[in-house]
C-alpha cells in the first residue's frame, strides 16, 4: 500500500468479485465474496449489496463462514491479518495479526479454535514458495489480537485455493500442486503423496488444478489440465491407492464441488457450463450451459439450496440447485486491454470503457455497480482463435451527455482496415442511447482522437476527429433535407490538413472558441466558427503525443507532451511558450471542475503522480511510485458530496475523484484518512431509532442513545423524546417485521403492545399548559353554573317559548364533579383509534 501523509492508493469500486470463492450462508440469504480490500455481502434475492466489511488495508484474499458460528465469518488478507465479522450487521468483531501476507484461509468444523492459512515459507524471500500452517486462534477479550504463533502444516503447497480441501470429518487435508498430490492425515500426523506423469498416452496434460473431497466418503476428486476429472480412493494407503476417470471438459478443470450430502459433484472451465455429475453413478450428467463467461469458482450453500459460480468477466451467477439462473452479481467487466479511454457519463456520473466484446459497459463508481451495457457493434460475436471481429476502440461523450460517439474497427488479414464512426443520441424515454447516424469509412486510415465541442445557445453540436491519413474532420449536426425524416443527422462539415502532416490529437478549449490539433512537433490553432487558422505553436524536439486545455482560470494555457520526455506549456494570449519541463508523461488530464490538472509519469518500473496547477511552479500534490508498470487509462470523476479538507496536500481532492487503472487491470483510487475514517466509522455505527420501545434489547444496545440524548440541550431532547403517531410506532413496526423465535412471550408483550399505541404527551411544559387550560375552562364553566341556579331561582321566571312546566319533561340532575368528569371525557384524544383500526 503506497501512503503519502494522509493520501492513500487503494482499490474503492470496480474491483474484482470473482477473484476467490464467495461464500453462501447457511439460510441462503446472503453471498460474501472478497472485492479489493473489503468483503461484500450481497443478498442473493434482490443482488443488492447489503454491507462493505471494510478494515482490511491490503487486498482480501478469502472469506470463509465460522463453523461455530453461523452468523460470522472470517476474512484474510496480503496486510497479514484475520479478521471476524458479523455480517448481518456488518461489524468487526475482532483481528487476528499473523504478521506475513495471507494468500488463502480454511477451517473445519472438528477443529475448534484453529484455522489453516497459506503463507510464503519463511526461507523463501521471493515468495514463490508456499506452505499451509495451522493458526490456533488466542481467546481474548481485546479486539486486536497477536496470533503469531504458527505451526506448518504442509510445505510447498499452491497459492492457488482451489487446490487444498478438507476431507470427511476434517479427519485429513489434500493439497494438489503441479503433478503431485499430497494428503496429511491428523491423527498419524503422517503424509501421503500420489503422483501423476506429465503426459499421458493420448497427449493429455495430467497436471493438477483443482481439487474437491467428499463430505461422507473418503474420496478425493481433482482436475486435470486435459478437461479430465480423477476420483482418487483407499488414499490411506501408499500404494493400494485406486482412481477412476470422468471426461467432458475440453480444457482445463477451474474448480471442483461437491454437494453438502455428496450425492452431486459439480464441476467448471473455460467451457461456461456447469457440469452435474451423479456420485457413483457417473454416467449420468446434468448441464446448465450458456452461463457468458468461463468458470473460475464454484461454491455450494449449506443447504444445498443455491450454488453460484463465478466467471473470468468479473460476475458472480447464483443457480437455484443447478435448474435456473436466480440471480447475476455483475461487477466492472475487466478485459485484456481497455481500447477506449475512462469517461464519466455526464448524466450518470457512470464510468465507462470497453466491457463485454463489442460493447460499452456503463458502471456506477458511487454504487459500485454495473448498470447496463451498451451494445455498439450490434453483431453477434464468436469465440473462435483467431477471427478477426469489430472492436470498439474510441467513445467521446459531449458536456451534457445528449451525445455520444464511437469508434470501431475489423483488421482482417488480407483486406483493408474497416471504420465504422457511429453517433448515438440518448433517449430520454428509455433513458439509453439510441442510434443516430453510421458513417462507414469516415478516414482512409485508423482513427486517433476525437472530441465534442461544448455547444452554447447559439452554436450547433460539433465533433472533431484526426486520422493517421493526415487530415482532421469536422462533423456536425444538421437538421432534416425533408421534412418526411425522422430528425437531425451528422454530416461532414470541414476537413483541414496542414503541410502534409500527419495530426495525432484534438482538443477544445474550455469556451469551445479554440480548436488544437497537433501535427507531429507543430500545434496548430483553430477557430471552429471560421475555420480560420490561428496560430502555430511549436517546441522541438519529438512530436506531440497528448494535448490539454486549462480550466477556469487557467483557460489561457494549453499543455502537451513530447516523444522526446518533454511537457510544454503554451500561454495563448502571448502565443508563447510558458514553461516547459523534462517529464516521461504517460498520461495527461484536466480536472474539468477545477484548474487542477494530472500527470502520470514512468521511471524506474513504476509510476508516479504529479497534480499541479499551469499557473503555478510548485506542484500541489506528488507521489512515487503509485503503482508498478505504466498507467495508460486515468478519468477524474465528480464527487456527490464535496469533501471539506483543511490539508494543502489533499484539496485537489474536495471536488473530483481520480481514478486509474493499472497494467493488471486494477482500478484504483486516491483516498484521504478523513475519507477512510468516515466510511469506518459509518460501517461500524450501529444505528438505533429514538423511538424503540423499552425492552431489554433496547436496554442493552440504546443506552448510549439515552447518554446523547442527555447531553443535548432540553429544547433539543423535549422534541427528540416526542412519541410519534401510532401508525408510525417504530415498536409495532419492530413487533411485526422480527422473527418469531426471539420475541419473548405474548403475554409480557400484550400490555406493551397496547401503552405502545396510546398517545403520551411527554413534554412537562405542554402538560402544564394544558392542565393550566382545562382548570381556567372548569372554573368558566362553574361560574355559568352558579349564575344559571341564581336565575331559575328568581320568582315570576316566565318559561322559555312560552313553555308550561307540565310540558317540560324532567331532566336529572348531575352534581359539580359529574359534570366536571363529563367534561374531561368529552376532551379525551380518541384519534389512536383510527390508528388501531388502520393497522
Known amino acids: 500500500m503506497v501512503e503519502h501523509g494522509d493520501i492513500r492508493v487503494v482499490h474503492r469500486g470496480g474491483s474484482k468479485i470473482d477473484f476467490r470463492e464467495p461464500a453462501i450462508t447457511n439460510d441462503s440469504r446472503f453471498l460474501l465474496c472478497a472485492?479489493?480490500?473489503?468483503?461484500?455481502?450481497?443478498?442473493?434475492?434482490?443482488?443488492?449489496?447489503?454491507?462493505?466489511?471494510?478494515?482490511?488495508?491490503?487486498?482480501?484474499?478469502?472469506?470463509l463462514l465460522r463453523p461455530s458460528n453461523h452468523l460470522q465469518v472470517y476474512s484474510c488478507s496480503v496486510d497479514g491479518t484475520v479478521r471476524l465479522w458479523d455480517f448481518t450487521d456488518g461489524i468487526l468483531i475482532k483481528t487476528y495479526v499473523i504478521g506475513c501476507p495471507i494468500y488463502s484461509i480454511y477451517a473445519s468444523a472438528?477443529?475448534?479454535?484453529?484455522?489453516?492459512?497459506?503463507?510464503?515459507?519463511?526461507?523463501?524471500k521471493r515468495s514463490e514458495l508456499f506452505q499451509l500452517a495451522a493458526v490456533s486462534l488466542p481467546q481474548s477479550g481485546d479486539q486486536l489480537v497477536e496470533a503469531r504463533e504458527l505451526s506448518a502444516v504442509l510445505s510447498n503447497v499452491s497459492s492457488n485455493p482451489a487446490a487444498i480441501a478438507f476431507g470427511r470429518g476434517g479427519e485429513y487435508i489434500a493439497s494438489a500442486k503441479g503433478l503431485q498430490l499430497e494428503v496429511f492425515f491428523f491423527k498419524k500426523q503422517k503424509s501421503y503423496k500420489f503422483f501423476l506423469k506429465e503426459d499421458n498416452k493420448k497427449g493429455g496434460l495430467n497436471t493438477f488444478t483443482c481439487v474437491a473431497c467428499h463430505p461422507k466418503n473418503d474420496c478425493i476428486a481433482t482436475g486435470h489440465e486435459d478437461g479430465k476429472i480423477r476420483l482418487w480412493?483407499?488414499?490411506?494407503?501408499?500404494?493400494?491407492?485406486?482412481?477412476?476417470?470422468?471426461?467432458?471438459?475440453?480444457?482445463?478443470?477451474?474448480?471442483?464441488?461437491?454437494?453438502?450430502?455428496?450425492?452431486?459433484?459439480?464441476?467448471?472451465?473455460?467451457?461456461?457450463?456447469?457440469?452435474?455429475?451423479?456420485?457413483?453413478?457417473?454416467?449420468?450428467?446434468?448441464?446448465l450451459p450458456r452461463l457468458g463467461a468461463a468458470i473460475t469458482h464454484i461454491a455450494v450453500s449449506?443447504?444445498?439450496?443455491?450454488?453460484?459460480?463465478?466467471?473470468?468477466?468479473?460476475?458472480?451467477?447464483?443457480?437455484q440447485s443447478c435448474v435456473k439462473v436466480s440471480a447475476v452479481l455483475q461487477g466492472l467487466v475487466k478485459g485484456e486491454s481497455v481500447r477506449t479511454d475512462l469517461m464519466v457519463d455526464p448524466r450518470s456520473k457512470a464510468l465507462v470503457l470497453n466491457g463485454k466484446p463489442g460493447h460499452l459497459q456503463f458502471y456506477s463508481l458511487q454504487r459500485d455497480k454495473l448498470l447496463y451495457n451498451l451494445d455498439i457493434v450490434q453483431q453477434e460475436y464468436i469465440h473462435e482463435l483467431g477471427l478477426e471481429q469489430f472492436e470498439v476502440v474510441k467513445a467521446a461523450f459531449d458536456a451534457s451527455g445528449t451525445w455520444l460517439a464511437t469508434v470501431e474497427e475489423r483488421k482482417q488479414k488480407s483486406a483493408e482496415l474497416e471504420i465504422n464512426l457511429k453517433l448515438w443520441a440518448f433517449?430520454?424515454?428509455?433513458?439509453?442511447?439510441?442510434?443516430?447516424?453510421?458513417?462507414?469509412?469516415?478516414?482512409?486510415?485508423?482513427?486517433?482522437?476525437?472530441?465534442?465541442?461544448?455547444?452554447?445557445?447559439?452554436?450547433?453540436?460539433?465533433?472533431?476527429?484526426?486520422?493517421?491519413?493526415?487530415?482532421?474532420?469536422?462533423?456536425q449536426l444538421v437538421a432534416p433535407a425533408h421534412t418526411e425524416d425522422e430528425g437531425p443527422s451528422w454530416s461532414c462539415d470541414f476537413v483541414g490538413t496542414y503541410r502534409g502532416l500527419v495530426p495525432k490529437c484534438c482538443c477544445f478549449s474550455a469556451d469551445s472558441s479554440l480548436l488544437a490539433v497537433s501535427f507531429q512537433e507543430v500545434v496548430t490553432v483553430w477557430s471552429p466558427t471560421s475555420w480560420e487558422l490561428l496560430t502555430t505553436l511549436s517546441q522541438p524536439p519529438g512530436a506531440i503525443r497528448d494535448l490539454c486545455f486549462g480550466r477556469l482560470s487557467c483557460s489561457k494555457y494549453?499543455?502537451?507532451?513530447?516523444?522526446?520526455?518533454?511537457?510544454?506549456?503554451?500561454?495563448?494570449?502571448?502565443?508563447?511558450?510558458?514553461?516547459?519541463?523534462?517529464?516521461?508523461?504517460?498520461?495527461?488530464?484536466?480536472?474539468?471542475?477545477?484548474?487542477?490538472m494530472a500527470a502520470f509519469c514512468c521511471q524506474a518500473g513504476c509510476t508516479d503522480l504529479f497534480v499541479f496547477k499551469p499557473?503555478?511552479?510548485?506542484?500541489?500534490?506528488?507521489?512515487?511510485?503509485?503503482?508498478?508498470?505504466?498507467?495508460?487509462?486515468?478519468?477524474?470523476?465528480?464527487?456527490?458530496?464535496?469533501?471539506?479538507?483543511?490539508?494543502?496536500?489533499?484539496?485537489?481532492?474536495?471536488?473530483?475523484?481520480?481514478?486509474?487503472?493499472?497494467?493488471?487491470m486494477d482500478l484504483m483510487t486516491f483516498t484521504t484518512k478523513a475519507e477512510d475514517d468516515r466510511l469506518m466509522a459509518s460501517s461500524k455505527q450501529l444505528v438505533i431509532d429514538d423511538s424503540v420501545a423499552m425492552t431489554p434489547f433496547y436496554l442493552l444496545l440504546g443506552k448510549h442513545r439515552h447518554q446523547q440524548q442527555e447531553s443535548q440541550d432540553p429544547v433539543?431532547?423535549?422534541?427528540?423524546?416526542?412519541?410519534?403517531?401510532?401508525?408510525?410506532?417504530?415498536?409495532?413496526?419492530?413487533?411485526?417485521?422480527?422473527?418469531?423465535h426471539v420475541l419473548p412471550s405474548t403475554s409480557f408483550l400484550c400490555s406493551m403492545f397496547v401503552q405502545s399505541l396510546l398517545i403520551s404527551i411527554t413534554d412537562p411544559r405542554e402538560a402544564n399548559k394544558n392542565a393550566e387550560e382545562e382548570m381556567e375552562s372548569e372554573k368558566e364553566e362553574e361560574d355559568s353554573e352558579e349564575e344559571m341556579e341564581a336565575s331559575t331561582s328568581r320568582p315570576g321566571q316566565a318559561t322559555v317559548s312560552g313553555q308550561s312546566a307540565e310540558c317540560a319533561a324532567p331532566t336529572p340532575a348531575l352534581s359539580k364533579a359529574q359534570a366536571r368528569e363529563l367534561r374531561r371525557v368529552k376532551k379525551l384524544d380518541r384519534s389512536w383509534l383510527a390508528g388501531l383500526l388502520d393497522f
Open 427 to 475: 433517449d430520454e424515454q428509455t433513458q439509453s442511447f439510441v442510434l443516430n447516424t453510421t458513417i462507414s469509412a469516415p478516414h482512409e486510415a485508423r482513427i486517433t482522437a476525437m472530441c465534442f465541442r461544448q455547444a452554447t445557445d447559439s452554436q450547433t453540436t460539433m465533433l472533431v476527429s484526426t486520422s493517421t491519413d493526415g487530415h482532421f474532420k469536422a462533423w
Open 233 to 287: 480412493r483407499n488414499f490411506n494407503q501408499q500404494k493400494e491407492y485406486t482412481y477412476s476417470t470422468l471426461h467432458w471438459h475440453h480444457n482445463a478443470v477451474s474448480s471442483l464441488r461437491f454437494t453438502p450430502e455428496g450425492t452431486n459433484l459439480l464441476s467448471g472451465g473455460v467451457e461456461s457450463v456447469l457440469v452435474q455429475w451423479r456420485y457413483n453413478q457417473e454416467s449420468q450428467r446434468d448441464f
Open 716 to 740: 433539543s431532547s423535549l422534541s427528540a423524546e416526542r412519541t410519534p403517531l401510532p401508525q408510525g410506532s417504530v415498536a409495532v413496526k419492530e413487533l411485526l417485521q422480527s422473527p418469531a
Open 302 to 319: 449449506p443447504d444445498g439450496a443455491l450454488f453460484c459460480t463465478s466467471h473470468s468477466d468479473n460476475k458472480i451467477t447464483i443457480i
Open 558 to 596: 494549453l499543455l502537451g507532451f513530447t516523444t522526446k520526455d518533454l511537457l510544454c506549456c503554451w500561454n495563448l494570449l502571448t502565443c508563447s511558450l510558458e514553461w516547459s519541463t523534462s517529464m516521461d508523461i504517460s498520461l495527461l488530464l484536466a480536472d474539468p471542475l477545477s484548474e487542477n
Open 110 to 124: 472438528d477443529h475448534e479454535g484453529v484455522i489453516f492459512i497459506v503463507i510464503p515459507m519463511l526461507s523463501d
Open 35 to 63: 472485492s479489493g480490500e473489503c468483503v461484500k455481502v450481497f443478498s442473493t434475492s434482490t443482488e443488492e449489496c447489503i454491507h462493505d466489511l471494510r478494515g482490511h488495508t491490503d487486498l482480501v484474499t478469502g472469506v
Open 615 to 664: 499557473s503555478e511552479p510548485r506542484p500541489l500534490f506528488s507521489q512515487k511510485a503509485v503503482c508498478s508498470g505504466t498507467v495508460t487509462r486515468a478519468v477524474f470523476a465528480p464527487r456527490e458530496k464535496m469533501l471539506e479538507s483543511c490539508e494543502e496536500s489533499s484539496q485537489w481532492l474536495n471536488r473530483s475523484q481520480l481514478h486509474f487503472l493499472t497494467q493488471h
